[in-house]
């Protein structure tokens, strides 16, 4: 139960630092490309990882789940990822975080349905102040919304969610390590094959007229230089490796609805660690969003403890 929470501990900060490292490079690499590099160098750092597990637990991944870990990178980074950036294209980035951000909603139904975990009072409480906390902090009603956006950006939630539920269905046989490591494989070279489309010339029309340009003739090597290496190596390695790799580790000791609490707290300590990176101002909002963020992750995460140690 510890190991759980310390796991999703390591998950919260890898999340939560993601944004404010990926300022430093913002503009110098195409965020498509970035996607790909991101999951290819998050499936070699795991593989030995993966494999190690594997040995250990006695298990060997025959053809029907290869085919459920691609399906699981389909979903959760092959069409989420970009469909993400889509929406942030059309709508901005604090309303597609908002949304993203309050993908635990769909979590615990989804695992309610799916993997018959129950749904308790405190999680639902938490999940309320939480969403209210999210809301506060971006104020979606200081902007005018574009629908296409805000659709996008609920299928992308909606995406994720399942990602993170399909995956803990695997969890318990084959470990977080080697789900996590597979689904990015399959999720990369899926993202791998859109880069090529993107190279059609009709393709790359298309994208352009629709006004997204990010989407068009998208590179692959380009914009790397030996200054942004290790931006891209933490986003990478710590972010996708490390982060993606201590969720699904979490779920082994936590039920998802629980885990996926830790978007809860993007929100809320993105402003902090900004303010301590880059210096930008902590609003009167965020600061009321945070506390109630910070106290609805309570409710969640101290009666869990408490349980536990009557156990």
Not at 112 to 138: D, N, Q, W, Y
Not at 189 to 211: C, D, E, Y
């Amino acid at each position: 139960m510890k190991k759980g929470y310390l796991y999703i501990a390591v998950a919260v900060v890898m999340f939560t630092s993601f944004e404010v490292v990926l300022k430093f490079i913002a503009g110098q690499i195409n965020p498509v490309q970035l996607t790909l590099c991101r999951f290819t160098i998050g499936f070699v750092f795991l593989l030995p990882v993966a494999l190690g597990n594997l040995k250990k637990r006695g298990e060997r991944l025959d053809g029907g789940t290869m085919a459920y870990f691609a399906l699981l990178g389909l979903v959760g980074i092959a069409l989420c990822m970009p469909i993400l950036q889509m929406a942030v294209s059309y709508t901005g980035s604090s309303v597609s975080a908002l949304m993203f951000s309050c993908n635990p909603v769909f979590v615990a139904f989804l695992a309610f349905f799916m993997l018959k975990e129950p749904v308790k009072p405190r999680h639902i409480a938490a999940l309320a102040l939480e969403v209210l906390g999210t809301v506060v902090i971006i104020s979606p009603w200081n902007t005018r919304l574009n629908m296409t956006g805000v659709a996008l950006a609920l299928l992308s939630t909606i995406l994720f969610s399942l990602y993170g539920v399909m995956g803990k269905k695997k969890v318990a046989q084959f470990g977080g390590a080697v789900v996590t490591c597979f689904s990015f494989l399959f999720g990369a070279l899926v993202v791998l094959v859109f880069i090529l489309f993107s190279h059609i010339p009709a393709a790359a029309q298309l994208f352009q007229n629709i006004g997204l340009e990010s989407f068009a003739n998208i590179p692959i090597f380009a914009g790397y230089t030996l200054q942004n290496l290790p931006y891209v190596l933490f986003v990478s390695v710590g972010v996708a490796g490390i982060g993606f790799c201590a969720y699904f580790l979490a779920m082994e000791y936590q039920p998802a609805s629980v885990v996926s609490l830790v978007y809860f707290f993007k929100p809320a300590l993105s402003p902090i660690l900004a303010w301590m990176v880059h210096g930008e101002e902590i609003s009167l909002n965020m600061l009321m969003g945070i506390v109630l963020i910070v106290v609805g992750s309570l409710c969640s995460i101290i009666p869990g403890i408490l349980e536990s140690k009557k156990m």
